[in-house]
């Protein structure tokens, strides 16, 4: 691939990820619009027209590795393992 051809391939991108920015503010809001109204309503399930709407409270769990570490630093080091990942980024 040329130079010219890969210019072009990162400004296409750099345009598609500013589009799906966009859209992703857009379905944000929308989501936002809705939430809003079941809470009006009092409600964390409704079904409107085809499709059913949940907005529910999930509880989790989750391990607070922060934590474990300060206080038990030794099993936390044994534990603990090196992974690698390549990132791409275009800036």
């Known amino acids: 691939m040329s ?8 400004r296409e991108l750099k345009e598609l990820k500013a589009q799906a920015e ?3 503010d857009e379905i944000t809001s929308i989501e936002d619009i809705i ?3 079941m ?4 409600v964390d399930e409704m079904q409107i027209d085809i499709y059913k709407v949940r907005y529910k409270t999930i509880i989790s769990n989750r ?3 922060k934590a474990f570490k300060s206080t038990h630093e030794e099993l936390y080091k044994q534990y603990t393992t ?3 990942a390549k990132r791409f980024t275009v800036a």
């Open 82 to 84: 090196q992974t690698e």
């Open 63 to 65: 391990f607070d590795s």
């Open 39 to 42: 809470l009006t309503r009092g």
């Open 35 to 37: 939430k809003a109204e």
């Open 3 to 10: 130079t010219i051809e890969l210019t072009h391939k990162v």
């Open 22 to 24: 966009m859209l992703q």
